[in-house]
């Protein structure tokens, strides 16, 4: 009786055909194959994994040795999770504040100490784009510290003049900023043109689009001086033609150029009117010499009538005597 119960807990739970050579994780049930494994997990709904939170009875820890195995292999596992997560937050942060700072000694692009002062001895007013944009990406722009001078990043579009329209874009960086612009326009843009002599202009930002704007560059000039006292996003964008006029662009006027305007405007005006002011004294001289001839004329006048008085007339005037009418 004894023989027959031992065999039966040799056989699979499932079929009862064969000896058992698998076991349940989870519920213990044994079976041969993995079709009746299938079966198992059909009729239990039993999905073959331990469940290590499952409360467990110190009487059941007593008779099964696995089961302390497995709280301690679930400990272990979790702690190495623990580690694991650590180690992988320690790199994490140090990749974000090595971007963040740039630790690259020799290329520094956004350490404040280096950047912002560049950005204020040139006159240069940049306006950043939030991180990951691609303008952003691109900006090559900083101070190298080989080179001991600060290099950017330029954006160069050849434009066509008749129709206003973008012939090539292309994109050079770490431009030092003590090169002469004529010579530090990107290869492939001179190859386009070949020898005839182009014109640059600095795309006028916060413009509309129906009338965009550029400002003339002088090409014998540097960098540092054509870019003081502009502003750019991220880096520059030089506009490369070759004539002057380009269709759909209007060239901008500074307000030094506008104040000059004004200046001589209201200079003329001042002339105008100086002169308008003086008329009117040429005027009161004329009436001043019309007065004096009066005068004159009235005084001569006088005289005629005193030479022409009768002298006995006079006379009687002198005495006293008045002339009487007799009735």
């Known amino acids: 009786m004894s023989g027959a119960i031992e065999e039966l807990k040799e056989l ?37 994994v331990i469940d290590n939170a499952k409360f467990v009875k110190r009487s059941e820890f007593k008779e099964n040795e696995n089961l302390v195995h497995r709280d301690y292999n679930f400990l272990m596992k979790m702690n ?11 790199s994490k942060n140090k990749k974000i504040l090595s971007n963040y700072h740039n630790n690259n000694k020799r290329f520094q692009r956004d350490s404040a100490s280096n950047n ?48 206003g329209s973008e012939l090539a874009k292309h994109f050079s960086f770490r431009v030092p ?3 002469k612009l004529e010579e530090a326009i990107h290869q492939t843009i001179k190859e386009k043109v070949g020898d005839v002599p182009v014109f640059c202009f600095l795309k006028k930002i916060d413009t509309p689009a ?3 704007q550029f400002i003339p560059l002088d090409n014998e000039h540097l960098l540092a001086d054509v870019l003081r006292d502009q502003t750019v996003i991220e880096f520059p964008t ?19 150029s506008e104040s000059e305007s004004s ?9 105008s009117s100086s002169e308008e002011d ?38 009687t005037d002198e005495l006293g005597i008045k002339e009487t009418t007799a009735f």
């Open 263 to 271: 200046s001589s405007e209201e200079s003329s005006s001042e002339e």
């Open 12 to 48: 699979c739970q499932i079929c009862y055909e064969q000896k058992f050579k698998y076991k349940c994780p989870k519920c213990g049930t044994k079976t041969c194959s993995l079709e009746c494994v299938n079966k198992h997990k059909t009729q239990s709904q039993c999905d073959g």
């Open 278 to 315: 003086s008329e009117p004294e040429e005027v009161s001289s004329k009436q001043q010499d019309d007065t004096e001839n009066s005068e004159q004329n009235t005084e001569e006048v006088k005289a005629k009538e005193e030479e022409t008085k009768d002298p006995i007339a006079d006379s």
């Open 116 to 163: 912002y002062e560049s950005i204020v001895k040139r006159g240069v007013k940049i306006r950043k784009l939030p991180r990951g944009m691609q303008r952003n990406n691109m900006n090559k722009s900083g101070w190298d510290q080989k080179k001991d001078t600060y290099v950017w990043t330029i954006e160069w579009i050849l434009i066509d003049n008749e129709t």
């Open 177 to 179: 900023e003590g090169t």
């Open 210 to 212: 129906s009338n965009p």
């Open 238 to 256: 030089i506009l490369v033609a070759k004539e002057k006029e380009v269709k759909g662009y209007t060239v901008y006027e500074s307000e030094e």
């Open 80 to 90: 190495r999770t623990i580690e694991v997560s650590k180690n992988d937050v320690r």
